[in-house]
């Protein structure tokens, strides 16, 4: 009868404790943020950092997410000057481009402006197209380039 009485009194003290500690319980496989109850081992994307609850209002770093994280920007450096990828320098007539980080390509000439010569002859003040003809004493020329004259054959005059 002993045993019995004890199991009577130990039987709503048991329930007690569990009722005391179920809360406690509950509340140690949650966490919360932002007024938001999460569960252990899930996971939040707060201002492109990723957290994951590990137990009771204890949150770990695990990492990035969302926004995309950006890198330093990339440049090209010549004479202390920085220069963006995709820009160009010229430097003693040679163009150079930067095409990556810290790295020049020669993409073709610059500097001055090449003068082309004329694209004509003169003959006594005149000018005259090139590949046009002229007829003087008797000999057809051609103007190949500029002010030379070949002489192609006869003409009458």
Known sequence: MRSWMIGMLAFPLLMAGLLLTAPEA???????YGGRKYTVHSTRCTAGVKYRCVRKNHWKRIGSCGVRVVKRSRFCKYAGARYAI???????????????HKTWR??????????????YCTYRARRYAIHSTRC??????????HQ?????????R
């Not at 509950?26 to 919360?32: K, Q």
């Not at 020669?106 to 694209?119: F, L, Q, S, T």
């Open 26 to 32: 509950e509340a140690a496989r949650f966490c919360r």
């Open 86 to 100: 995709h820009t160009t320098r010229c430097t003693g007539r040679s163009l150079y481009r930067c095409v990556a």
């Open 106 to 119: 020669r993409i073709g000439n610059c500097g001055p402006r090449v003068v082309r010569p004329a694209r």
């Open 136 to 145: 003087t004493k008797g000999f057809q020329y051609r103007c190949m380039r």
């Open 148 to 156: 030379h004259w070949k002489r192609i054959g006869r003409c009458r």
